[in-house]
Structures are given as structure tokens and as C-alpha cells.
């Protein structure tokens, strides 16, 4: 990965073209300026919001300022004015751009870097006309206060988020089931965790009903892949497992889904699956002590030769049976496979993403994530507040007891859809039922892939939840 190289340096390099940042104390002269670039800078500032790009002795400089404060809202402007910067010196063609702290918050300097860094990208496979332009090769981290340890968790956790998005923005043509298992032990390698893939005759002898249903109207087979991370010195004693929607591709099936707006997207439906990936990369380069498992059942949903029916009744892993009434429900039938799939580890936590159903992406749009779950409130907490920490936002959406009815079947134990209203919650309330440890479930639909950039999140795969988990999962050795 590494789209952007970062470095750290004593001192600039000749005619180095600078982002700065800065307050609106900052005194300008003594940052290098003359008196009538000083001058300008503060007239200039008085009139818009940063950046400001000014040039001096032949380079340019991008003059960030905003004020330091130690709060979530506070961090965001800092990643998008980094977003901003990068945007700037894209634009300008600049191969090299060096990152200057003028103020002593070692926090204000990660954050511009990172907004840069996940700003700095473009998927540019399978471009064969324009190659190169749009990206900066180099960041230069002009400050002796970053660690390395912190430089390198800047640089793999974004590394990770650009996977995720990889991942997402890879059509089916290329990332078939059988390929995402092959992508998944790549990373795995590189990166320190184990993936073993299971095949369709080992899904078989699993009797993984679910996610054989779906995958009946495929031409592809399936895949179930399995990630670890278990260090020597995991502080957890019972394992917290990821699950990842893996659907590869999503035509809908037979209750076939329209193109314009909708099929159209629907490489992004093994978004959770990605997100997971980028995690489990995230946290074995850093070596986090924790023992966790991914689970990811993939497949593409087709409508083709014997496809699953409205009407069918399969048998999940799980033994219980679901009447389907819309073959376009169908993460809920293999993740359904992978949550009970799971209970054999005993877990501390079991936490799924998923792009599970258009009526969370309806109710909260493109800014955050629904989730809901079984986990206890101190657990839900932290979830919600890594999300505003890392600016993945979530809300949560209750599971009342009530809405079990929606899902109950007159030919089987439950259906896969639960009518008109609440279909975040419907879809939920089917997971939950495979379910026997604490849990928690992220509906990634409006998020995970978007129609058109955002500050430092790129039109297409955003690579949400990657840092969210990661956040997440660090924040669990404090407590
Ligand atoms: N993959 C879709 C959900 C989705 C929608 C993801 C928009 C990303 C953007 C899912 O498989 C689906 O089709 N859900 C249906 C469920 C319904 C038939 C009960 C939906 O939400 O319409
Ligand atoms: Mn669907
Ligand atoms: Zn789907």
C-alpha cells in the first residue's frame, strides 16, 4: 500500500513546499516569514477560513490555522484541513510536501497528517490513460515530539483504511469469493495473522445453509474464510470475534434489484468483510495484545440456474429454520451461518459490520453507522465513543423484544424479511437469533461507499471501520 511515503526530518529541505499550522496567535515572522508575508497572512486569514497557500523564497506554503482543543469536533477540522491541504498540493503537482508544527500539540500534527494521508488516494488500477497524477508521492513530519511508535500507527492504520477501500472499490470482475480468500491470506502475511479458507465442500460438511443458499444461483463457489490473531501476550482470555458481510457481489437474486442507484453499487456489499480485513492488518502490525478472530462468508447473490426462491425454507448452521421471502435479504442468511459459527469460541465480544439493509442508510444517510446489539452499556459506550473518536460516527437502534413478532414465520421458525418498517431493526432481530454471547451489529449500508468525495474520504470505497475497530480494540487493553 503506501500511497503517501511519510518521514520525519530535523529540518527542511531547500525550497520545500510547507504546510504549516498554526492559531490565530501565531506570530509569523518568527516562523520564517518576512514582515509583508506576515502581513498578508493575517489579512488573508481575517477574510476566509485556512488554508491560506502563500509563496515565499520560491515554494509554496499552506497555512493551516484553526484553534487547539482537546475534543472530538476539534480533531475532525484538523484531519479535513489536512484533507484541504492535500486537495491544494495535489492539484499543484507536488511530488513532496513538508508538514511544519507551530504549535506544541503533537495531537494537531498527527491529525493534519492523517486527513493528508487518507486524502492522498486514488484507485488507479485499472487506469491505463491518466497514471501518476492525483497523489502525492511524500509527506515530510517536520517535528522531533511523534514517536515512532505513533509514526507507524499513523502509517499502518491508514495503510489499513486504503486496504478496506481497495478492497470495496475492486469490481466483481476481479473479486470473486474465491479471490477475496486469496486476497485475505496476502494480507495475512504480510501483515502476521492466520487465514485458512474453507471451500464449498467443507461449507457443505458445515451445513452452512445460508450461505449455500445464496450462493445456489452463482456460477462462482462460495467461501468461508477464518482469520487469527493470537499473540503470546493476549490480554483477553476468550477471544473477540469480527464478522464481515462478504457478499462480493449483490444482483438482489431473483427479487432482482433495479440498476440505476442501487445494483449499480452493489460491489460494495462485501464492505464489512474489508473493514474487518483492515482491521485484523491494523492490529497485527501493531502488534496489539489481543486474541480475535474474523469470521468472513462470501459469496456473490446471482439469480442464475437453480437460484433460491421466495418461498424456499433452509436449514441454518444453527439448525433453525428461515422461510425466504426476498433473495435480496441475503446477508442476514450467511452472516446468520457466521454468528452461530462463532458461539464455538466461547467469546468475550463479538462485534459484525455489515451493509445489511437501505433502511439504516435511509434513516442516517452517508455521516455514520447504525448499530444495535446485545452487549452490555459500558460496551456499547466505548463503540460509540471510538466512533466519534475517530469520526466513524454511530447510533444506536433499540432491539426491543416487540419486534421479534415481525420476523416469526408461518412455515418455518423465522423469515428473512420483517415488512415495511424497521428494517435495520427486522434485520437485526435475525442476527440476534443466532446469537449467544454479547454482541454488537454494525449496519455499514450508508457509510461503507459514497457518491461523491468528502473532505478525506473518496467518492466510492471509504474503508469505514477500519479505524473504528481499531480504535476499539486498543481501547480494550486500558480496560
Ligand atoms: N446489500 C443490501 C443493502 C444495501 C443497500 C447496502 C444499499 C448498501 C446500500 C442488502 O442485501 C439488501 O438488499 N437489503 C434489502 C433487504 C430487504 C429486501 C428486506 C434492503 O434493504 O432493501
Ligand atoms: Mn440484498
Ligand atoms: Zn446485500
Redesign the pocket.
Known sequence: MHTTALKTAAKPAKLAHKIIIGTKDTNWEQQGFNAASAKLIKEELGKKISPVVIVADGAYNFILVDSIENNDANSEKWRKLGAKAQATASQFKLDSVTLVNTTNSTDALVLVAEGFVLANYKFKKYKTLENGNGTVKELVLLDGSISKEALKELETVTDANLIARDLVNEPLSFLTAVQLGKELKKLGKEAGFTVEVFDKKQIESLKMGGLLAVNIGSVDPPTFSVLEYKPKKAVNKAPIVLVGKG?VY?T?GL?L?PTPGSMD??K??MAGAAAVAGAFYALAKNELPLHVIGLIPATDNRPGGNAYVPGDVITMHSGLTVEVL?T????RLLLGDALSYAQQYKPELVIDLA?????A?RAIGHQGAVFMGSADEATRKKLVDSGNAVYERLVEFPLWEEYDEMIKSDVADIKN?GGALA?ATT?GMFLRRFTNYPWMHIDI?GP??LDRAEAYRPKYGSGYGVRLLYDFLKKRLIS
Open positions: 457478499v449483490d438482489g427479487s434489484k453499487q452493489m460494495c456489499d426476498n435480496d435479504a441475503e446477508g451493509t445489511l439493509t437501505g433502511a442508510m424479511v428494517g434485520a449500508a461503507a461507499f
